[in-house]
């Protein structure tokens, strides 16, 4: 209905970019949140968060689709089976084609980031709807005239999961969704993904590197007109992989890398392996390797191949001679080695935990799993996760961490798979529940109200100008 579509959002944004401060909050006292009580058995569906604080209360009072009514309702038939919701999104799901404007970002040890504005959307008629990779059309920057273009509306970047990009079909959705509800959207690709070419011997990981490269985007997005300069704030959504650089991303700009520069206001992360040693172990079950891992991984060894990684990594290690990890440690990669892998674990054995400095893989997902870096989480976040999800396992999440915490809360349902939360009355299109959730999330949390005191100064400041 109207109380759950993109006009409402993009109203409760435009009204309050164009009025910081002065935007009254949204009545919504008539939902009942699924909050959880602490009673309630870990793994029960519904809201883990300290519900006494300011965040939970003006997200309960604005967000329907986390109140009882409007929560997740999976498709009759086969929606409470994780698997086929896994599957049947990734193979049959269609979205709305999309058109980025692509923009190469240097980074600081030679590599090439690739960043994707959203420039148009197409109609939503069936007709027009594209399965995964066949809907995005990437244009050059160079040839447009997008750099001409101020951006003042609130800025939204995305990450995919495991090797995908730009193209696929729930980023799309996404994209389009965000736009719709008053946001300016860009998707940051990983390094070798989304059609990305390789300019340096170096990958990305789930933790050191890519939260780099994360920093490195949103500082270019906070001083580019056409991206984010004056934008009122930036925030981004992650899935996946994606999700588990976002969640870090964030806890670093409170602990680690604080400043400015690249600052994130907000964040949503969806279905993330908070803990990635249990995650993995759950992979190895004998159907999951089959039906997933090997799937993902094969899509990862062609990356490699495809962005010019392996030309590029052998020329750093031609003749015998080694090149620089992440940690300035000299290394080599077994090349025809790693293209023979086809598990995950095999892969960042063989290429991600030696090049960001780890010994194992293990030590690996250890250092990486996003779990144990909640705490530090400043800014509002939202997790969204299936309890069904045979990469992100229910029974792997930290609920006692999200009870507790200021700034950071889990919409956990009972099914929805991996990145699947197909819609009940559409199940192979737009998964409206989650992109209504995030955009709800995010204009209920943002509002000036709830920022800290120098980031709504910050807010008011940026704003002058419109």
Not at 36 to 45: V, W
Not at 205 to 229: I, N
């Amino acid at each position: 209905g109207e109380m759950r579509g993109g006009s409402r959002r993009a109203a409760l944004l435009l009204g309050w970019v164009s009025t910081v401060g002065g935007l009254v909050k949204p009545s919504g006292s008539a939902y009942r949140p699924l909050v959880l009580p602490l009673t309630a058995a870990d793994g029960t569906p519904g809201v883990y968060c300290d519900p006494t604080t300011p965040l939970a209360a003006r997200v309960f009072a604005s967000c329907p689709s986390l109140s009882a009514g409007f929560y997740y309702d999976p498709p009759t038939l086969w929606g409470s089976n994780g698997g086929a919701q896994t599957i049947l999104a990734a193979l049959k799901r269609k979205t709305c084609a999309v058109v980025y404007t692509r923009e190469l970002l240097a980074t600081p040890d030679g590599g090439t980031l690739a960043l994707d504005m959203l420039t148009s959307v197409s109609s939503t008629h069936a007709s027009t709807l594209s399965a995964m990779g066949e809907g995005s059309t990437v244009v050059p920057i160079e040839e447009t005239k997008a750099r001409e273009l101020a951006n003042t509306r609130p800025f939204l970047l995305l990450t995919s999961g495991l090797g995908g990009g730009s193209q696929d079909s729930y980023v799309r959705s996404m994209a389009a969704a965000a736009s719709t509800a008053g946001w300016h959207v860009a998707v940051l690709n990983m390094r070798g993904c989304g059609g990305s070419q390789i300019t340096s011997p170096r990958f990305f990981s789930a933790h050191r590197g890519s939260t780099d490269d994360v920093r490195v985007a949103v500082a270019h997005c906070r001083v580019s007109a056409h991206l984010a300069r004056d934008a009122p704030c930036v925030a981004a959504v992650g899935w996946s992989n994606g999700a588990t650089i976002i969640n870090n991303a964030l806890a670093e700009q409170s602990t680690t890398h604080p400043g400015s520069t690249h600052w994130l206001d907000a964040g949503a992360t969806l279905a993330c392996p908070l803990n990635m040693i249990a995650a993995n172990k759950n992979l190895q079950r004998p159907f999951h390797r089959l039906a997933y891992d090997r799937s993902i991984a094969n899509g990862l060894v062609r990356n490699f191949v495809q962005s010019g990684a392996r030309d590029v990594f052998a020329k750093a290690q031609r003749d015998g001679s080694t090149f620089e990890g992440w940690d300035g440690t000299q290394m080599t990669v077994d090349i025809e080695k790693l293209l023979l892998c086809r598990t995950i674990e095999a892969i960042d054995a063989e290429l991600t935990a030696p090049c960001f400095g780890f010994a194992s893989v293990a030590e690996y997902y250890a250092d990486a799993s996003s779990d144990q870096r909640l705490s530090s989480v400043r800014v509002p976040l939202l997790a969204v996760n299936a309890f069904d999800d045979p990469l992100a396992p229910g029974h792997s999440l930290p609920f006692a961490a999200f009870r507790r915490s200021e700034s950071v809360m889990l919409a956990l349902t009972a099914h929805g798979g991996h990145l699947g939360w197909c819609d009940e009355e559409a199940p192979f299109g737009e998964p409206r529940w989650v992109e209504e959730t995030v955009c709800d999330f995010f204009a209920a949390a943002l509002l000036p109200a709830g920022l800290k005191p120098d980031r709504a100064q910050q807010l008011e400041s940026a704003t002058e100008s419109l």
